[in-house]
């Protein structure tokens, strides 16, 4: 797996596949950076989702993680940046067809929905798919 710089964001429901996430990414050797949240006590997603957003739109980080109950808060959320294509991802073949066709940067993994083995599949997924350009490039194109 490449070494990517990667950032990480929840909401108290996300947190503990979060920070399973977390732990094989370091075991990887991957650059990460957790927004938070930190514990399991509730917080708004929105207060994590936007700042990662923010990060990786500027080009800070190369891929965000997202992690809340549905997944569908912080993915609505992170979509409201311009130049992010967040992609709600439930299975690894989710996320590696919103790498390969919707050049997806940020990943939202529905943690109440998803054991912390299954989130580490998708994660792992998504880090390894690549854009697949051709055709998609004026379909991506056509999002912004």
């Not at 996320?95 to 997806?104: D, E, F, K």
Request: glycine residues 8%; proline residues 5%.
């Amino acid at each position: 797996m490449k070494t990517l710089r990667i950032a990480l964001g929840s909401d108290h429901a996300g947190y503990p596949v979060k920070k399973e996430v977390a732990l094989f990414l370091t075991q990887q050797g991957q650059n990460i950076h957790d927004f938070g949240t930190y514990s399991p006590e509730s917080v708004d997603y929105p207060d994590f989702a936007h700042p990662l957003a923010v990060a990786v739109e500027k080009g800070e980080y190369d891929l965000g993680l997202l992690f809340c109950g549905s997944g569908n808060g912080v993915n609505i959320t992170a979509n409201k940046h311009k130049g992010i294509r967040s992609a709600l991802c439930w299975l690894p073949e989710i996320a590696t067809l919103a790498r390969q066709h919707n050049n997806a940067n940020v990943c939202a993994i529905p943690a109440r929905y998803v054991t912390p083995k299954q989130a580490i599949d998708i994660v792992e997924a998504f880090i390894r798919a690549n854009f697949e350009e051709g055709r998609h490039v004026a379909r991506v194109a056509k999002i912004e």
